[in-house]
């Protein structure tokens, strides 16, 4: 597919938009899960449950939303998350008019499951485009969230007091008008649903599963869980880690407003990198700077420890999470991407919610600088297990030739 061609795909430029728009509600989300939840929580060891049961949300959304789309298309299952953003955002708001934890949860539950099938974003991506041009459609999907992290916070600053004296009520409502615009373009797409081959009918969701005994399956799998779950152990605590030492509210967000520019702004490149050099190597860059992150994150409790700890771990999570899509992709087919997928993103949204729980019991009870230590540990571990997995590859490899 040629450049001028790639860049005039419609159906690729209608997801872009709408993955655009609604992406914008993620930056929001981060800022409101910590600041909501200490608001109405019982106690501050409660703080982070919201973002943690919108991370579990995922945990139970993302292979029934895989499977949907699967069965009826990628539009129709974007379109179902969209109305679930929706009701999210109007029971949010509703919680916080009426003071009550319960319903916040609840909405960031309906809203963990919206942005759980807007992850699939990517790999609709990749189905609209040539082969040779999955990594850089996938990487460019990312891109949105760039926009979404100028956008998202701002949209949060002009709406938190829309409907005072209520704080917070008027974000959460803006949330509700973000979806309604994300859905639009999706008038526009056109996303052919795959027709399941005879011997994937008669083998069924058991014969697919058995792609995960595949060593790249398991290895894409695993770099896209590890980065997807340490970048939430050390984001979503950042907010409360920032105010425990004296910075203000805009001062929190501005640093997730920077980590999640860090996260997508290298997409414009990644795919051409990964392209160029391969997604392994792409994806160990990826997780070694997320070891730099979490030792950044645990040397200082500066203004500069914290922007430069949640930069370093954007970039990181944009290299591991994109060299791990763009490896899943390439070794699934067609017939086994609905049930791989669903499996992938519940793998990793369990990781995330285990991570987001932990994050919030740690900082509670420990402090930040040993959150961090954590992470590093945990990084180095992983990093040091995925070398020694490829090494032993290419020697079977080599005992094999």
Known sequence: MPVSTFARNGNFLGLLAANTVLGSAMPMLIILGGLAGLM????????????????LAGLFAAAPFSLLMGRLGRKAGFLIGGALALLGALIGTWAMMSDSFILLCVAHLAL?????????????????????WQPVAISLMLTSGLIAAFVGPQVFILAKDALSPIPLAGA???????????????AFVHIPTPKPSPQHRSGGRFAALAVLKQRPVRTAVGIG???QGIMVFLMVPTPLAMIGCGFSEAAAGDVIRWHVVAMFAPSFFTGFLIKRFGTWHISMIGLALLVM???????GLSSAHFYGALILLGVGW??????ATTMLAN???????????????????LVSTVCAFAAGTIIAGFGWAPLAIVAAVVLTIALGSMML???????EGRSEL
């Open 40 to 55: 109405l929580a019982p106690t501050a060891a409660l703080a982070t449950i919201p973002a943690s049961v919108q991370t």
């Open 389 to 395: 997995a490829k090494r032993q590859s290419s020697f």
């Open 172 to 186: 959460y409502a803006a949330i509700g008008a973000v979806s309604l615009i994300g859905l639009s373009p999706l």
């Open 293 to 299: 992150a979490a030792i950044s994150a645990a040397t």
């Open 318 to 323: 944009n290299f591991g999470f994109i060299g």
């Open 112 to 132: 963990g499951a919206a942005l759980s099938c807007f992850q699939y974003f990517r790999f609709a991506a990749a189905e609209v485009v040539s082969p040779e």
């Open 225 to 227: 869980a590890v980065s």
């Open 331 to 349: 070794v699934v087919s067609a017939d086994e991407k609905s049930v791989v997928q669903g499996v992938n993103d519940t793998i990793i949204a």
